[in-house]
Structure formats: structure tokens, C-alpha cells
């Protein structure tokens, strides 16, 4: 077990042996969640500052359970409830946040690189909960524990990501994952969507849904961004859902074992049916349960497992 960083700030730079680490943590934090009794004192004594500057469901409500899961307390603060509005900095803002000796701050930011500036000027470990439109890595991780659990490995697996790459911090932590853990990724939108130069990531490239939806083991949606793009990127969604919106139709070309996945939020109808998303091969959910166990596994080595001894 080899886990010795202070922050998680991306995917780049992480070695297979840390994320190996890392989905071996969650898988074995994971079971604390269906105990009667969901709390064990591992990080009691140790505080956690949520600061999220962005709307989020999934991200923060998980690493709060987290937190709580290993008995640590947590503090949250929304970009609308602090003094940002009056015109604090963000800067001002993490010192006077670090003056209350936290041990960990998450951030969400609109701004990427937000989580590397706060790692430079203040002590708490940081964790990047996405910056931008840079990265997420602990989406990414909770992905790859996703796919592990359901398809027994990730080397080897064919993996689509399919919709908005250009914006999507998802799509860039996981490609960077993926193929560090020995995937091959293969990226599917329309050429609009779809950065220059991505090649250079070690992906293929596809304009077309059903050559994705045919080679894939597992199938990565993405959701349309509207309010990252400056300019419409396709004439409509109706379009963009008859191109590239995964429904029945399409999926009977997909493998009879595919795993269907989406960060969330979803937008039903456009870059998924609602069939296919609440249907059989959908794992949506179970990502979603599995945020819990990634951000669990991530607040326990950065704060208390950094010997590699699993007490809890
Ligand atoms: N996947 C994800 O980041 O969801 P939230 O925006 O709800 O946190």
C-alpha cells in the first residue's frame, strides 16, 4: 500500500500503485455504509471544510457523509452564503478558512487550477472536488472502482467516452485514469465537442455514437454543458440527441455485457433515454454509491492512513 501525498489536486501525476491504493481503501471502507451503525472513529478529532463555489448534489453531499462515516466533523460553505459576495478573495478567504486549523479543504471552483493555488499558499490537505473545466479526480476514482467492481478489471477494457470532451473535467480525469490503469479509450461527439489534438492523450477518436456503442465494454455518457460553452456547439439538442442521445434503438448494437455509466446530472432525453439510464445495463447508481467509499477511502490516506495500516 503506497499512499504518501498531502493533497489530491488531479488524475495527472497519480501512479497505478496510488490509485490501486486508493479503489483498495474504498473497497474495503465500503462495507461501513451498510452497517447498522454507519460510523467508525478512525478520524475523529479531524476536521473537513467543504467549500463549494460551484451548485453540486453528488460531490459534496458524498464527501459530507464521508466525513461523517469516519467520524470526522465537517463545515460547508457555499459561495453564496460566505464573504465572497462581498468581495472577499479567494485567497483571503482559504487563509482565514486555514486560521481555523481544518485539516482538509475541499473545493469545488469555476476557475481551474484553484485547488493548486490553495495548495501552495495554505496547509490543510486539499482536495480538488473539480476546477473548471481541468479535472475531477475523485469522479474519476469513483469511476474506476465502478468499473472494477462490475467488470473485475480495467486493463484491457474498452472504454467510450461519449458527448462534450472539450468541457468536461470528467472526461479529461478519466481519460488520464483509465489509461494509466491499462484501458483503451476511445472518445465519441461531434467534431465540435471534441478537443484538438486529444490523440495525444493515447485515445481514438470517433464522430459516429454507434462505432462507440459497438466496440465498447463500457460506455461513459457526458453531459451537453450548455452553460460552459460559449456558443452553441450543435444547431439544437434535438439534434444533438438524434446523433449522439443513447437510446434502446442504438444499444441493441452494444455488447450484451456492457456497463452504462454517467457522472450526473443527467439530462433524460437528450444525451440519454430514460430507458437506457433506469435499464438493465445502467450502473449509474452504483457510481453514485460509490462516491461515498472513494471520498472515505481519499480523507482516510491523506489524514490518517498515510502509514498504509488499515485501523478502522
Ligand atoms: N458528478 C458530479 O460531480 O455531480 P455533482 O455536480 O452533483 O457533484
Not at 471502507?29 to 467508525?40: A, G, P
Not at 457523509?65 to 460547508?76: C, F, G, P, Q
Not at 472526461?171 to 476511445?186: D, E, F, P, W
Request: hydrophobic share 45%.
Amino acid at each position: 500500500m503506497t499512499f504518501n501525498r498531502h493533497h489530491l489536486l488531479g488524475m495527472e501525476g497519480l501512479t497505478q500503485e496510488e490509485i490501486e491504493t486508493i479503489l483498495t481503501s474504498a473497497e474495503s471502507l465500503k462495507e461501513i455504509s451498510f452497517r447498522d451503525i454507519k460510523k467508525v472513529p478512525t478520524l475523529r478529532g479531524k476536521t473537513v471544510v467543504n467549500f463549494f463555489h460551484e451548485p453540486s448534489t453528488r460531490t459534496r453531499t458524498s464527501f459530507e457523509i464521508a466525513a461523517k462515516r469516519l467520524s470526522a466533523d465537517t463545515v460547508s460553505l457555499s459561495a453564496n452564503t460566505s464573504s465572497l459576495v462581498k468581495g472577499e478573495t479567494l485567497v483571503d478567504t482559504a487563509r482565514n478558512l486555514e486560521a481555523m486549523n481544518p485539516d482538509v479543504i475541499v473545493i469545488r471552483h469555476s476557475m481551474a487550477g484553484a485547488p493548486h493555488l490553495l495548495s501552495r499558499i495554505v496547509k490543510p490537505s486539499i482536495i480538488n472536488a473539480g476546477d473548471g473545466m481541468h479535472e475531477h479526480p475523485t469522479q474519476a476514482l469513483l469511476d474506476l472502482l465502478t468499473i472494477r467492481e462490475k467488470k473485475g478489471r480495467i486493463a484491457g477494457l474498452q472504454v467510450a467516452i461519449v458527448g462534450d470532451i472539450a468541457h468536461s473535467r470528467v472526461a479529461r480525469s478519466n481519460i488520464l485514469g483509465l489509461k494509466t490503469m491499462g484501458a483503451h479509450v476511445m472518445v465519441a461527439g461531434p467534431p465540435t465537442m471534441i478537443p484538438p489534438f486529444i490523440e495525444s492523450m493515447g485515445v481514438s477518436v470517433t464522430y459516429h455514437l454507434q462505432e462507440a456503442v459497438v466496440w465498447a465494454d463500457v460506455i461513459m455518457m457526458l453531459r451537453v454543458q450548455l452553460e460552459r460553452q460559449k456558443q452553441m456547439l450543435f444547431p439544437s439538442l434535438r439534434e444533438y440527441s438524434r446523433f449522439f442521445g443513447l437510446n434502446m434503438k442504438i444499444m441493441n448494437k452494444a455488447k450484451r455485457d456492457v456497463i452504462i455509466m454517467h457522472p450526473g446530472p443527467i439530462n433524460r432525453g437528450v444525451e440519454i433515454d430514460p430507458e437506457v439510464a433506469d435499464g438493465p445495463f445502467s450502473v449509474i447508481l452504483d457510481q453514485v454509491t460509490n462516491g461515498v467509499a472513494i471520498r472515505m477511502a481519499l480523507l482516510y490516506l491523506l489524514l490518517g492512513g498515510k502509514k498504509g495500516e488499515m485501523a478502522y
